[in-house]
């Protein structure tokens, strides 16, 4: 089993819809989790992150994390066509020494159609 | 601000030769700097993680005499493809931690390698 499962779609919506993307993991020492959004041929940009459980909002975008279930999500609200990208959960344990390393997972490309 | 380049952003090179990519950290100081890879419709895949002055750590499977990582700098870090040879032909990415924002990297926009 991967340390993190992401499922890569592609996934497509119309432009408005609310789109979830998800990850789960299995490594319990996870405690930071992120959402990376890449468009094609470009570096990660990173939207979000969170230490441990619960939510967090900016914009249009929401960031969840389950703890107890391994499970993390990504909302977008309203979405719009300069969304579709692909989209790339990533997580690490606690700082310090080689837990500032990221494991990512597969991403998942998304389409918002106009 | 946060803002990390790369250059150049896309090299094409004959079987053999060496390449050198440059990461930078423009508006920020970088304690650690992380190389990845990233093939097509792939994860990004860790090669290496490297700290300011002294020499890196690699992952697993990944030969560091091939794959030559410099830190000279708070704000600038290197990777060299010695001998490359046509599998090395990938998308390589360098992230930067900030020394003041530990919780957080930031990319560089990628360099696209290609070994004929």
């Known amino acids: 089993q991967k340390e993190v499962e992401q499922d890569p779609g592609p996934l497509s919506v119309p432009e408005g819809a609310i789109v979830s993307l998800n990850c789960t993991y299995s490594n319990s020492a996870f405690q930071y989790f992120m959402w990376y959004r890449q468009y094609s041929r470009k570096g990660p940009e990173l939207l979000m992150y969170t230490y441990s459980s619960g939510n967090k909002e900016d914009g249009r975008f929401t960031a969840q994390v389950d703890k107890s279930s391994k499970y993390i999500s990504l909302f977008i609200r309203d979405s719009q066509p300069s969304d579709s990208a692909t989209y790339l959960c990533?997580?690490?344990?606690?700082?310090?020494?080689?837990?500032?390393?990221?494991?990512f997972g597969k991403g998942t490309l998304l389409t918002v159609n106009p | 601000g946060a803002v990390v380049s790369q250059h150049p952003s896309r090299v094409i090179c004959k079987s053999g030769t060496s390449v050198k990519i440059e990461c930078r950290s423009l508006d920020f100081q970088a304690t650690t700097m992380f190389w990845y890879r990233q093939f097509p419709k792939q994860s990004l895949m860790l090669m290496a993680t490297?700290?300011?002055?002294?020499?890196?750590?690699?992952e697993q499977g990944v030969e560091k005499d091939k794959f030559l990582i410099n830190h000279a700098s708070l704000t600038l870090s290197t990777l060299t493809v010695t001998s490359a040879h046509p599998e090395d032909s990938s998308f390589y990415i360098c992230?930067?931690?900030?020394?003041?924002?530990?919780?957080?990297?930031?990319f560089g926009p990628g360099t696209r390698l290609t070994v004929l």
């Open positions: 990533a997580m690490r344990g606690r700082s310090g020494g080689s837990n500032y390393k990221l494991t």
């Open positions: 490297s700290n300011e002055g002294s020499k890196a750590t690699y």
């Open positions: 992230s930067a931690r900030p020394q003041d924002r530990v919780n957080e990297q930031f």
